[in-house]
């Protein structure tokens, strides 16, 4: 019987529990938790572009503001603005 290589479990179920066949040398425990940490980098990821990108709509739209463009430009910025701002917060909620 095989032994996980971080943990030394031998609750190994290649294939069940809702898992694939990769990651054969990891117990059932192990197997979720790599995934989970690996979602949660990559989630981490997302709000660091998602931030980012909110502070490139407030220089944009500053520059616009300066220049006086047509106001209904303005508006469509300011919404997406907010849709991003709600998003990222909706995120990082626990
Ligand atoms: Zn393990």
Redesign the pocket.
């Known amino acids: 019987m095989n032994k ?1 290589k ?2 030394g ?1 031998y609750a190994i179920n290649v294939g069940r529990c809702g898992r694939d066949d990769s990651d054969p040398d ?2 059932d ?2 197997y979720w938790r790599v995934r989970y940490e690996r979602s949660q980098a990559i989630v981490a990821k997302l709000l660091q572009g998602i931030d980012v990108a909110v502070q490139k709509l407030l220089c944009v739209e500053l520059e616009r503001s300066i220049r006086e463009v047509p106001e209904i430009v303005k508006a469509c910025d300011r919404q997406a603005l907010q849709i991003l701002q709600e998003a990222a917060e909706e995120a990082r909620r626990p």
């Open positions: 996980c971080e943990c479990s990891l117990c425990v192990c």
